[in-house]
């Protein structure tokens, strides 16, 4: 009898394992069942980091829609980040990153960078000059792209480590979205690598423990592969690693530094992060 519960027990089990969520690039993000699990996901990450539970997470084919949840009370996730998700904790690192954005108030600071060079020369009528204008502005949001993008990517270590998701995850989705724009090419992509470097060395730093646990998926690894030399040679040179880890030392001041800014800020996004912060530091 005891056997045939263990049977039927482990049968259950394994029909559970079978329904635990796994997607893949064909997966259907605007499917209301999918939806309804990304916003589960959405809450969990925003109620374990104190943040406006108010909100809801919403799917779109729009890259730039970033608005100011703040107002709308609405987060909203680009379809095409999410073609790379596997499991849950590469939906939680999308999510994560995300909001990661909204507590830096970025979607704020490319709009002032946009109002800004559009007031450059605002008499400019020649083709010319509109293609110079046009092309500043390319520069220069894709400049601050990167930068928010890493911001956002630290925050979002955080905000994941204090869900209990796995913070490594984002290294995965980061390396899958890259490879796949550059037609599946382990390319020589500084971009790619810094970025992954920017995630592992903070998590790293900040959660040891985690990396040591590691993050066990194909993607992971060829993620790792690719800034593998790169870690090699600097962590055996003393000195290197010594600066490596002023680095990190000076990235977490300037976190506090912006962190101490958000506590004054009206945003609740910045706000809650910030006491999240502070009280953990
Ligand atoms: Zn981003």
Request: proline share 2%; charged share 20%.
């Amino acid at each position: 009898m005891k056997k045939i519960v263990g049977i039927v027990l482990s049968m259950f089990l394994f029909a559970g394992c079978a329904f635990s969520a796994s997607y893949n690039t064909s997966t259907n993000w605007f499917d209301t069942a999918n939806v309804n699990h990304l916003n589960v996901i959405g809450q969990n990450i925003v109620k374990a980091n104190k943040m406006p539970a108010t909100v809801s997470f919403k799917v779109t084919d729009n890259q730039n829609m970033n608005t100011d949840a703040t107002y709308t009370q609405i987060v909203y996730i680009y379809s095409g980040d999410l073609k790379f998700v596997e499991n849950d904790n590469e939906l939680a690192a999308v999510v994560a990153h995300e909001i990661g954005h909204l507590v830096n108030g970025h979607s704020a600071k490319s709009g002032l960078v946009n109002s800004m060079l559009s007031s450059v020369n605002p008499n400019m009528k020649s083709d010319g000059a509109n293609t110079t204008v046009r092309l500043l502005k390319t520069i220069s949001s894709n400049k601050v792209n990167k930068e928010n993008d890493k911001e956002a990517d630290i925050t979002a270590v955080d905000l994941l480590a204090a869900a209990k998701y796995n913070p490594l995850a984002l290294i995965s989705v980061v390396y899958k979205s890259d490879i796949a724009n550059l037609g599946g090419l382990m390319d020589e992509n500084l971009s790619c690598e810094d970025r992954i470097m920017n995630i592992y060395d903070y998590a790293n730093y900040n959660y040891p423990a985690t990396v040591k646990a590691n993050y066990k998926t194909d993607s992971y690894q060829k993620a790792l592969n690719l800034i593998y030399a790169n870690l090699k040679i600097r962590n055996a040179d003393p000195k290197k690693l010594e600066k490596a880890k002023k680095e990190q030392e000076k990235l977490k001041n300037e976190k506090l530094k912006r962190v101490r800014n958000m506590a004054k800020s009206t945003n609740p996004w910045s706000s809650a992060y910030s006491l999240i912060q502070l009280s953990g530091n």
